[in-house]
């Protein structure tokens, strides 16, 4: 079994930055992708951003230039820095890990965008 918790979510003005962490703990053997996803109110849970074992990244349109994600492998933590937030990024943001074949979730962390 693994275990993903996620950190970091919180208040921000827009403009303002977050990084998000996310850290996997168990019985981990190979972590094939490490993925942020968001769901807003009323809205499908949606892809933000990947990066897979071999360290390719994908965003999704919407956070190309403002959100980075990144990892530190050998502890099986990823990253999400969110630069130039906007209202549109308030969402609870989870944390997916795909070890081998199976999908693991995170609990989420919500972030919430607002003057």
């Known amino acids: 079994q693994v275990e993903v918790v996620e950190s970091g979510g919180g208040l921000v003005q827009p403009g303002g930055s977050l990084r998000l962490s996310c850290a996997a703990s168990?019985?981990?053997?190979?972590?094939?992708?490490m993925n942020w996803h968001r769901q807003a109110p009323g809205k499908e849970r949606e892809l933000v951003a990947s990066?897979?074992?071999?360290?390719?990244?994908q965003y999704a349109d919407s956070v190309k230039g403002r959100f980075t994600i990144s990892r530190d492998a050998a502890n099986n933590t990823v990253y999400l820095q969110m630069n130039s937030l906007k209202p549109e990024d308030a969402a609870v943001y989870y944390c997916?890990?795909?070890?081998?074949?199976?999908?693991?979730w995170g609990q989420g962390t919500q972030v919430t965008v607002s003057s």
């Open positions: 990066i897979s074992r071999d360290g390719t990244t």
């Open positions: 997916h890990i795909i070890e081998r074949w199976t999908d693991f």
């Open positions: 168990g019985s981990i053997f190979i972590v094939n992708y």
